[in-house]
């Protein structure tokens, strides 16, 4: 099928309409340019610690020879990391792919049935977890594939003495490592250890072989894992340097990464994009706590910053954020959930850079739609399709429609997913026979190109830019004894762009709000847990008996618009 391409004659200076997809067979072999290339460069910062790409190199291949020679893992066996941003995330990530492993990146906040069913479904053989979350792992492993348990505190690889004080603090001074048992488990810096007397293995890898099962939610309310290959990803990697090349320079950059790494966002365009740029990503392990940020931010002459919404309007509103330098701002990159035009513009005022907004879905790994580097101001798009990318609006019937109608956002390129794990049926739903991506969202496309999102087709929620997807939140609650029927959708909230309300019927007339929200806290992940809790003696239905979430969504904005 050929479609229109408007957007090429709007690509800015020095970005190419199609990458070169043969540049490199996987993400190790781009890695050892990197290597090469920026060796006494400083890669990773945390917490005062600096490591630099020959040191990333070391240790990375030490802990890759710890999962083939003394574990004796082989290429394609899946390796779920548990872990915020520290240190120990880019080692054992580019451990894992060295090795030729299958990367499972895993929500640090996950509850024990979460954490189960992406184990489970992945079968994952190995975890590295940091100990403040290794008793949900400790209550759930027993029902998993999981042989292997490498467990680090945050501060192992600050050095001493620092590592020690840090640790100390963490688990005595703030209890904030419950117990847990977990026997046969490795420490981090022992793996190390273990690692450096083994060869680094050097599997053949292809763009086709598996990189990451990179789950997302889906409408079926189970988390699926989207196959991303070393195509994909490395695909992904060239079309965003395409893109932030002409204003990035190679070995100079310094990006803030306060995004968690394991969120397919902050994996592509900071990890890797400006890994290959031989920059410096400078590791935020706590963004919520935002004095302690910005005192962060004070350190380092950072160059460029990725962030959702909530994260930059989190920033806008705390004291001392105007006071920060700016002078080497040059890259502000906007996605996860779309940035409201409020933000955008104190963002630009503030520091004096456009806040770009991108657009893409974990299916694809994510980069789909970028604004160009020299736009002016916030515009209220997407952006254009990134090279080698085609974008198209499809009607209800599967068919394309004209620039300027709207319709469902289709999606090709070499950055689209393989499929989904295991699921035939949802990958058949979600990709054409011919490679187009469903994505779900409601979207134009202008004559210039330009994609603009109008709706979610999906009832999927977007809270702080991650997914929430009503009938996973629906299937736990109902869960409860107490509880004869449950909705949950989206209503707007000021501080994370959306947050999740529940309409719930009693079964028990004794079930009160308190108590719901406490089974909650068991079941759910925090972003995924209610707001707010309305109770009704009955749900709004069609005619077979499905429950009308857009209704129950209409209502609520109305009556929080109407004045009581």
Not at 200 to 229: C, I, N, W
Not at 252 to 281: D, V, W
Request: aromatic share 8%; proline share 6%.
């Amino acid at each position: 099928m050929s479609i229109e391409q408007p957007w090429l004659a709007r690509y800015p200076e020095g970005v190419p309409a199609e990458i070169d997809l043969n540049s490199y067979a996987s993400i190790p072999e781009m890695l050892e340019e990197t290597f090469r290339q920026f060796a006494d460069r400083p890669a990773y910062a945390n917490m005062g610690k600096v490591l630099n790409y020959r040191q990333l190199e070391q240790l990375s291949g030490q802990f890759a020879g710890y999962l083939t020679g003394q574990l004796n893992l082989v290429k394609g066996d899946r390796i779920a990391l548990m872990m915020p941003n520290v240190l120990q995330y880019p080692i054992a990530l580019l451990g894992a792919l060295r090795a030729g492993l299958v990367v499972v990146n895993t929500n640090p906040l996950y509850t024990g049935r979460e954490l189960q069913h992406q184990l489970k479904d992945a079968g994952a053989k190995a975890i590295v977890v940091v100990e403040n979350f290794a008793a949900t792992l400790a209550s759930v492993i027993g029902q998993t594939d999981v042989r292997h348990v490498v467990v680090t505190g945050i501060g192992d690889l600050l050095g001493f003495p620092k590592a020690q004080l840090v640790n100390f603090v963490l688990r005595k001074v703030k209890k904030m490592v419950p117990a847990f048992s977990l026997p046969g488990a490795v420490k981090f810096t022992d793996a190390l250890r273990l690692g450096a007397s083994q060869p680094v293995p050097r599997p053949s890898l292809s763009h086709e072989d598996l990189a990451f099962l990179q789950y997302t939610g889906g409408t079926t309310g189970v988390a699926k894992g989207a196959m991303l290959s070393h195509g994909n990803m490395v695909a992904n990697l060239l079309q965003t340097g395409a893109w932030v090349g002409p204003v990035a320079t190679p070995g100079q950059e310094i990006i803030i990464t306060a995004l968690p790494l394991y969120h397919i966002f902050s994996l592509t365009a900071n990890c890797f994009t400006f890994m290959r740029l031989g920059g410096l990503n400078y590791l935020i392990t706590n963004p919520r706590d935002m004095p302690g940020f910005i005192k962060e931010l004070k350190k380092v002459p950072f160059t460029a910053m990725t962030g959702v919404n909530t994260l930059f309007n989190g920033l806008l509103n705390t004291p001392g954020f105007d006071e920060l330098d700016f002078s080497h701002l040059k890259l502000t990159l906007g996605g996860g959930m779309a940035v409201q035009r409020s933000v955008a513009e104190r963002w630009k005022k503030a520091t004096g850079c456009t806040l770009l907004e991108a657009y893409g879905l974990t299916e694809t790994a994510p980069a789909a739609c970028i604004n160009a580097y020299d736009i002016k101001a916030y515009n209220g798009s997407i952006g254009l399709p990134i090279s080698s990318t085609q974008a198209a609006i499809w009607s209800e019937q599967n068919e394309p429609l004209p620039l300027g109608e709207v319709g469902e956002l289709m999606i090709k390129g070499p950055q689209v997913m393989q499929g989904y794990w295991q699921r035939p049926d949802e990958t058949a739903k979600t990709l054409s026979p011919d490679g187009w991506l469903h994505t779900g969202d409601v979207a134009r496309i202008d004559a210039d190109g330009l994609v603009y999102i109008v709706d979610r087709k999906k009832d999927m929620i977007l809270v702080s830019g991650f997914n929430v997807y009503p009938n996973e939140v629906e299937d736990a609650v109902m869960a409860h004894p107490g509880v004869a029927e449950v909705a949950a959708v989206g209503v707007p909230d000021e501080h994370s762009g959306e947050a999740v309300k529940l309409f719930v019927v009693k079964r028990d007339p004794k079930l009160t709000v308190e108590a719901l929200k406490a089974f909650c806290r068991d079941n759910l992940t925090g972003y995924k847990r209610p707001k707010t809790i309305e109770f009704r003696d009955s749900l709004p239905k069609s005619n077979v008996g499905k429950i009308l979430r857009r209704e129950l969504r209409d209502t609520s904005s109305t009556s929080s618009r109407t004045p009581h």
